[in-house]
């Protein structure tokens, strides 16, 4: 009876330092994280904040660099909207590698790996801002607010970002954040994403905790109302406003035909948009939509869909203009550099899931209560030419922002604790 007792009371007294810690995880959690829908006004930088330069209500069109008449000169000047589930940890390890391989100046986040998200960006949020400072290269996961990034960057800045079928991105995105989107707890099949689809108004919540990642993600990451009416004057103004905006618009279908008409764009060498696939799921992990649910997701997120319609057309027109042969060799070319460099840096060859993977400097951030996505052994023994290369197009986001020098200092906190904790 005594040994029952002891048991019983240290049952409670872990319950009880249980609870406590986890009200002080959600109190801290509570002043890291912005709210959601933090309106335009009180994100905007205060009016004596003056830009680094004169800004253009809308960007200068950007033709070719290589059919310019006084050459090419590569474009140094970038702003990529990384939009969320589209390959976009792939394309931002090109950026950071092209940045740090020319000294550019970026503008990183304070304390996350996000301008925190999913508030509206402003400018008061970027490491070491001071009014009038002028950047090279924004690349960090937002929420687009255009008036405060166009006053960051250069009047002939580039401006990209890439989108993904919509319905495979709500699938991806489902199975990444669907365990911190609290409405999703209601679900209790087997299938949860299936489950979702039959009756998504049954469960959507568009005021709830992260709802913004179950509808429009694209439309939401745009700066845009996710859940405006289909119907509404509105969607087309804004899609013809990020076609005004972005002088290219990526798919990630179709992502080595992208880095091409990318490479013409900036003018950029062959080395500069070889590539590893980051952040990416194991198969096992990644269920595929049937034709049902594939219908009924893409009906879900009608406004993303609208918008990858309207950019999947203007992107084959892209192509045209390119040349469909031209096109067909620089992609043959750049699948051959990439393989060569797999050879050289990759052991083994292929990602591996992380329970594999060797070095913690190599280790992707994991979704909540998941080991899913892969990642890379590097090779021992690399020649001096290729190791730096090796390692860098082979670091994930976190290890590589830290060692560009960002203040990662809520982003490590969130680390350690859902270590302590095992998520």
């Known amino acids: 009876m005594l040994l029952q007792k002891k048991r019983w009371e240290s049952m409670a007294k872990g319950l009880v330092l249980g609870a406590l810690f986890t009200s002080f995880l959600l109190l801290l959690y509570s002043y890291a994280v912005p709210p959601l829908h933090t309106g335009l006004a009180s994100t905007r930088t205060s009016e004596g904040a003056a830009p680094c330069s004169p800004a253009p209500s809308e960007p200068e069109p950007v033709t070719s660099a290589n059919g310019s008449a006084q050459g090419c000169q590569p474009r140094r000047d970038i702003v990529f909207m990384k939009t969320h589930k589209t390959a976009s940890s792939t394309l931002l390890n090109i950026l950071f590698r092209f940045g740090q391989k020319h000294g550019l100046k970026f503008a990183f986040p304070n304390g996350r790996n996000d301008f925190d998200y999913p508030a509206f960006f402003a400018r008061s949020l970027v490491q070491d801002y001071r009014p009038g400072a002028c950047f090279n290269i924004i690349c960090n996961h937002m929420r687009f607010h255009y008036d405060e990034v166009r006053g960051l960057v250069p ?3 580039t401006f990209i970002t890439v989108l993904r079928d919509p319905a495979r991105l709500f699938e991806s995105s489902f199975h990444y954040f669907g365990s911190v989107v609290p409405f999703t707890w209601k679900l209790s099949g087997q299938d949860k994403l299936a489950e979702f689809l039959q009756d998504p108004d049954r469960y959507y919540d568009p005021h709830g ?12 990451d745009l700066g845009y109302d996710s859940d405006l009416d289909p119907s509404s004057p509105q969607v087309q103004e804004h899609i013809l406003e990020v076609e005004r905006r972005f002088h290219l618009v990526l798919l990630q279908e179709y992502f080595d035909e992208s880095l091409v008409l990318l490479k013409d764009l900036l003018c950029w060498e062959l080395e500069d948009v070889l590539y590893f696939k980051l952040n990416a799921r194991r198969a096992s992990a990644v269920p595929r939509l049937s034709g049902e649910l594939y219908r009924r997701a ?10 990858y319609r309207h950019f999947n057309a203007s992107f084959w027109r892209k192509v045209e203009a390119f040349g469909r042969e031209r096109m067909a060799r620089e992609v ?3 699948r051959r550099a990439n393989e060569r460099m797999r050879r050289i840096c990759i052991d ?14 190599m280790q992707p951030w994991q979704p909540l209560g998941a080991k899913s996505i892969m990642g890379y052994n590097l090779k021992k023994s690399i020649g001096r030419r290729h190791a730096q290369l090796c390692r860098r197009m082979l670091t994930p986001e976190i290890q590589y922002l830290t060692d560009l020098g960002v203040n990662l200092w809520v982003t490590k906190l969130w680390k350690v604790i859902r270590d302590f904790l095992q998520w």
């Open 209 to 220: 905790y992260n709802a913004h990642y179950l509808r429009n993600l694209l439309f939401f």
């Open 155 to 157: 009047p002939n800045a």
């Open 298 to 307: 893409t009906a879900w997120n009608e406004l993303d869909a609208r918008l």
């Open 348 to 361: 083994g060859g292929d990602a591996v899931d992380a329970t594999a993977i060797q070095d913690a400097a």
């Open 332 to 334: 043959a070319a750049l």
